[in-house]
């Protein structure tokens, strides 16, 4: 009885201490100008410098704004205005071989320069746009999305 | 596309008896497929040299094709997922930078590393790793980094406890001379990790110049 109890309290602790300890992390802002926005669950919030980002976040820039940003893997990315980019997979776990980049660009303007996991992986970073797909190894490039509203 | 809504559609009459409703089901299908891909937004991706002038290779793919991209400013197009990519073309330079601006003005400077060692079992900085520290200092400050990472490491001789002290003892020796140098605290994040990630393996017990450091990343 007792010992069940202390295993109950173990495992608690264990949950606990796994939820809260690492939220897995893809990056953070590094700059932003005018209107930038990072979209998470729906919800939207200005972005600014020093700000964390997800799995699964959206960069948004408005008319007149833009956003650099630095990923764990020392990759760096950057949105022109008028932008949209989901963070669709972000995995930088090089113990465990778990090395994956992809982003989706719905519209905008976005230069990105490969980091860690290009180099590890070289299919791990992919950009997908509505008429193509980018596979990058270990490169610095640009990649132009016409706004479907145009 | 259309042989694909066609094939769609064929299968939908056949799989049901026709009724009206077939009918709004193959119009919202052909006007879903026209969406998807009679108007899809083109896309244009340029290969641009790295920041050291080297240049990468670049696959720009769809359901049709594949083009590579393996020059500085190579580009192509590819108007929708089914046509093929445009055949690639090199770029003026100075129309690159036009159309990317914003994003390219955006760009931050990519992180900097730099790899600081020790005596055998010292904690205290020779006069040429001071000098390697003005360095890391002009990467914080050109980069106006608010996120430096700082790792320190041993070799293998001695307990694992012993090492995870003096690989902390290691860490905070740099982190305190950025400290002093004006670096706000703050945005210094020490870890150690004693033995346990070395970046030359050897056995348990081995002496080894190169673990004996402290790696310190600037972003």
Redesign the interface.
């Known amino acids: 009885m007792r010992i069940s109890l202390i295993a109950i309290c173990l495992l608690f602790i264990c949950c606990i201490g796994t939820a809260t300890a690492e939220e897995p992390r893809a990056g953070f802002v590094k700059n932003v100008s005018g209107q930038a926005f990072i979209e998470r669950n729906k919800v939207m919030t200005s972005a600014k410098a020093k700000d964390r980002l997800m799995e699964n976040d959206v960069l948004v820039t408005g008319q007149s704004g833009s956003m650099g940003v630095i990923l764990q893997d020392n990759s760096v990315m950057s949105i022109g205005s008028n932008t949209r980019l989901v963070i669709s997979k972000f995995m930088f776990e090089p113990a465990d071989e778990k090395l994956s980049f992809v982003a989706q660009i719905k519209k905008g303007t976005v230069v990105y320069l490969t980091g860690l996991i290009a180099k590890l992986n070289h299919s791990g970073v992919k950009f997908e746009t509505p008429a193509a797909t980018c596979g990058i190894r270990g490169t610095h490039f640009a990649i132009k999305v016409e706004d479907p509203g145009n | 596309m259309d042989k694909k809504v066609f094939f769609t559609a064929t299968l939908l009459s056949q799989t049901h008896k026709p009724l009206p409703r077939i009918r709004k089901v193959i119009l919202l299908l052909v006007l879903l497929g026209l969406l998807?891909f009679g108007?899809?937004?083109?896309?244009?991706?340029?290969?641009?040299?790295?920041?050291d002038g080297k240049?990468?290779?670049?696959?720009?793919?769809?359901v049709k094709g594949t083009q590579t991209?393996n020059q500085a400013w190579q580009a192509t197009e590819?108007?929708?997922?089914d046509r093929t990519?445009s055949k690639p073309e090199i770029l003026e330079e100075t129309k690159?930078r036009q159309?990317?601006?914003?994003?390219?003005?955006?760009?931050?400077?990519?992180?900097a590393s730099f790899i600081i060692y020790f005596r055998m079992d010292r904690a205290t900085l020779s006069p040429e790793s001071l000098s390697l520290l003005t360095k890391v200092m002009e990467a914080i400050q050109v980069r106006k980094s608010?996120?430096i990472i700082v790792s320190g490491h041993t070799d293998a001789v001695g307990s694992g406890e012993y090492n995870r002290r003096l690989s902390l003892r290691r860490a905070r020796a740099v982190a305190d001379i950025l400290v002093a140098g004006g670096i706000d605290r703050e945005n210094i994040h020490v870890t150690y990790h004693g033995k346990g990630n070395p970046l030359v393996p050897t056995p348990d017990g081995v002496p080894e110049p190169r673990n004996r450091r402290v790696e310190i990343?600037v972003?």
């Open positions: 998807m108007c899809a937004p083109t896309t244009q991706v340029v290969l641009l040299p790295d920041p240049v990468g290779i670049l696959e720009v793919s769809n991209l590819s108007a929708s997922m990519p690159v159309v990317f601006q914003e994003a390219l003005a955006a760009e931050p400077i990519p992180p608010t996120d990343t972003r």
